[in-house]
């Protein structure tokens, strides 16, 4: 059946991002089609799943419009969020907003040592099947604490992907499925008040001062996202597990990025 026109056209700008990715990285028509038909198969799936229904062959073959035998020869691409990115999210974030250990959205320095340690009572707080030592060693190797005598302080209070590709690509898969999703909620209207959707684009400025624009960019979404972490963390269960008695699960994200770039690599990249 064929893909109605402002279908199309949504679905080919949706895609434009990916195909610039393969064509850079030398990805062949090939090897785009072959992930295309595993992503497909694991999102049929996924849809199954949530609609409690059997995940047969021949359902996912009309799903997706492949054929049985494609189905059962793709080996469905695990696409689940990176364990490694949600535990550091989740230990900065307990860090920056439980009132056991920040005030006001500063976090406290803590004691590291023994099982009895700060630091050991936070990993437990996300998980008792955590080792505290093994946490704080990566940790350490990601630039996010240091060692001050007794205690160690938070350098930074958001996890900032900086080497690590395949924790990089697993945020930047799962920020365009939220903005993807946040912007499908706004059109459908599904509730009173929007999602929030935001940009703000200059295209003359000058070239010497794209650092300072940088390190504002970051300062600034650095510290209101300090405050966004404060005020819905009141409202997590898992950091207040005692003040609210009714139901949780609801999920809130709030993403930012910047780009600033030079004009050759504005043109690089068009």
């Known amino acids: 059946m064929p893909i109605q026109n402002n279908t199309a056209f949504i679905l080919r700008n949706l895609l434009r991002p990916a195909v610039r990715f393969a064509l850079r990285r030398g990805i062949k028509v090939r090897g785009i089609v072959d992930e295309l038909k595993a992503l497909l198969v694991d999102e049929a799936h996924r849809e199954l799943a949530c609609a409690n229904e059997d995940h047969t062959v021949s359902k996912v073959s009309v799903m997706t419009g492949l054929q049985r035998r494609d189905v059962q020869r793709v080996a469905a691409l695990d696409a689940a969020p990176s364990k490694h990115l949600d535990l550091m999210t989740r230990i900065v974030g307990l ?75 697993t945020l930047l898969e799962r920020d365009i499925r939220t903005l993807v999703d946040g912007v499908d909620s706004n059109i459908k209207a599904s509730f009173p008040v929007p999602n929030l959707h935001i940009s703000t684009h200059f295209d003359n400025v000058s070239v010497a001062e794209l650092r300072a624009i940088r390190e504002w960019l970051l300062a600034k979404g650095a510290a209101f996202h300090a405050e966004a972490r404060e005020f819905i963390g009141s409202f997590d269960k898992d950091i207040n597990p005692s003040r609210y008695a009714e139901p949780g699960g609801a999920k809130v994200s709030l993403t930012s990025f910047s780009l600033c770039e030079s004009p050759e690599a504005r043109d690089e990249n068009t």
Request: aromatic share 10%.
């Open 95 to 169: 860090w920056t907003t439980g009132e056991r250990f920040s005030r006001g959205s500063k976090p406290h320095a803590l004691s590291y040592e023994g099982p009895a340690s700060d630091f050991a009572e936070l990993v437990r707080c996300v998980s008792t099947d955590l080792n505290p030592s093994t946490i704080l060693f990566e940790m350490e190797r990601l630039g996010l604490v240091e060692r001050l005598g007794a205690e160690i302080k938070l350098l930074w209070n958001a996890y900032q992907m900086s080497g690590d590709v395949d924790d990089a690509y």
